[in-house]
């Protein structure tokens, strides 16, 4: 593959210099008990939330802290031993930091590359409500980013209004069902319709589904009995410092 030039965002950007470092949360397969993939969250360096570090991206320095989450999230996992599994790893991405997607994805491609980590490994995360711009720019980095070999995932798929229409137009490899959608579903007949629906069509589609923000046993098994079967939330792990999480004890399912 021809490797292109850096484009004038890339060049121009300023580096994004607050320090911050990485948490993990597995997204587990609840068939198997398996680490499918562990999602980067950002933390400061005191182990603070994403927050204290979230707030300071301004439009001026937006580029550098995505390229720079990249660049963290891929060093801390692989410094973790993500490379002693099959796990993949998830990073939540800015649509509005990608000026040219070839070129704003050389960094990525050479952290990979240097740390040892396939690219097939990686999946790439955005927020249906996250600003992005034109839908035909987004397309473009999604088809750039699956000829490289990552996967895309539309996260807290449900919390907007564009989900299906975002979910039609840009095909993603996985959508993660926001955590409201999941929040008592094992008592509540309108939620899972609605995740039913979503599952059936996420299976005719031959797209990845996950649920996000499982804190019971209960909400785990209604959600594999409605076909989601890769989860993540309290119920299987708290998010590690650092370090890759352990699942917790009697959490995997029956």
């Keep these: 593959m021809k490797i292109q030039k850096i484009c004038g965002g890339c060049r121009d950007g300023t580096e994004f210099d607050i320090p911050f470092t990485m948490a993990f949360q597995p997204i587990v397969d609840s068939m198997t008990g398996r680490v499918f993939a562990h999602e980067a969250l950002v933390r400061g360096l ?29 060093e801390v996992a692989m410094a973790a031993g993500l490379m002693d599994s099959d796990a993949r790893l998830s990073i939540n991405f800015l649509p509005n930091a ?21 690219t097939d490994r990686l999946i790439f995360e955005f927020t249906e409500n996250e600003q992005m711009g034109s839908p035909e720019h987004v397309t473009s980095i999604i088809q750039s980013y699956k000829q490289v070999g990552f996967s895309v995932a539309i996260d807290d798929f449900g919390a907007g209004h564009s989900g299906l229409d975002m979910f039609a137009r840009f095909a993603p490899d996985e959508i993660k069902l926001d955590m409201e959608l999941i929040r008592g579903i094992d008592g509540d007949p309108r939620r899972q319709a609605i995740v039913r629906a979503i599952s059936s069509m996420c299976a005719e589609l031959d797209t990845l589904l996950v649920g996000e923000g499982v804190e019971t046993a209960s909400e785990a098994r209604a959600l594999r009995a409605l076909g989601v079967r890769y989860q993540q939330g309290y119920w299987y792990a708290r998010p590690a410092f650092e370090e890759l999480p352990r699942l917790t004890s009697g959490s995997v399912l029956a």
């Design 46 to 74: 005191d182990g603070s939330g994403a927050q204290a570090v979230l707030s300071r991206v301004t439009d001026a320095n937006r580029y550098a802290f995505d390229q720079a989450c990249r660049v963290k999230a891929i």
């Design 98 to 118: 990608v000026y040219s997607p070839m070129a704003c994805i050389q960094l990525t491609l050479q952290t990979a590359r240097t740390c040892g980590m396939p």
